[in-house]
C-alpha cells in the first residue's frame, strides 16, 4: 500500500442509473480503493444492474486517482472502452447500463511516503498534514507530534521515542507509517501461534497471504468482541481494511452509501492490540515490539541521505 500526502483529499463516486432511480455516491479517501460492481461484497454495488459484472472496475486512490477495469469487463468513456484511466474532475464512465462520474480534489494527485523520505529528508517524517493528522487520530499528543516533526526519518522519530520510554508513542507511529498488511503481519508474528484457535489461525493467515474481500469477512467471522483481548484487536485491526462503517440491512444496499473505515483505524487497532498484549504478555514488553518493527521500517522507509537546498 502507498501512503499518499494529502489526508483531506477526497474522491468522490456518483452513480446514476436507470436500474437505482435515484443516485448513490461512495467516497474514497487518499491510500484506499474500491471495488465497483452488482454483487454484495463490493464496495460500491448497484445490484439492479445484471449488466454490471460481479466486480466489474476498481477505482484506485493509492496515488493519483485511477479507474481499471477487471478482466474481461468492460467501461467505456465517450463511447470508447477504456483499459485504464486516470481520473479528472466531473468525468463520466459507462459500465453496463451505469454512469459512473467522479469529483476530484484540486490537489488529485498524491506522493507515496516512500517518495517523501527518498525526495524530502530535509524536511523530516511527517512532512504533510495528513501524517500529523493520522497520528493525533491515534491518541499522540501534540507535542509529541512537533517533536516527531522534527526528526529526519521515520526510524529516527522511532528512536527518539523509544529512548524518552515514550514507547506508547513510538508503537502508534509505527502503526500509522506501516502499510496495512506488514502492520498486521507485524503484531502477528509477536502474538505467536498460542493466541489463537486453530480456526481463528487460518482465518487470519488467509487473509495475511490473500488480503480481499472474501477473507477479510472471513476473520470478521472469527471475532469474539472481547474489548480486552489483544489478539481480538488485531483482528479488528483486519476487519477495518475494507466493507463499511455503516450496517446495511438486507435489500437496503442501494439506498446507504457505503462509508469505507478511514486509513487510520487499521494502524489503531493494531496499537491497542500490542498496547493490551503488552499488559499480557511479560515476556514481551513495548521494546520487544518496537524493535521487531525495525527491519520492516528499514525495508519500507530505506534511509536516504540529507538533501541539499
Known sequence: MLFPSQVNSIVTVLVTSDFLGDTKQLVLRPGQLARVGSSDWVELSVQQDSTLC????????RGRPKLKPVEGATVFRDGQPVYEAYLSDGEQFMAGGTRFSFALPQAGRTEPLVEL????A?????GSDW???????LGIEASTIASIVACQSVQSAVAMLSDSTDYLSSVRLIAAVLPKIDCVAWVRNLLGVTAYSHERTVALDRWLANPNEISRRGVAQQMHGDPQSGPEWLLQAIVWTGGTLVEVAPGNEHQVAPVIP???LCALACSVSVQLSVAQMPDKPFPVFINAALPVLDRIYPMSPMLED
Not at 54 to 61: A, G, K
Not at 117 to 120: A, D, L
Open 54 to 61: 460481479e466486480h466489474h472496475f476498481v477505482v484506485d486512490y
Open 117 to 120: 523520505n527518498q525526495k524530502r
Open 122 to 126: 530535509h524536511q523530516g517524517v511527517t
Open 131 to 137: 501524517k500529523t493528522s493520522d497520528l493525533a487520530s
Open 262 to 264: 478511514p486509513n487510520y
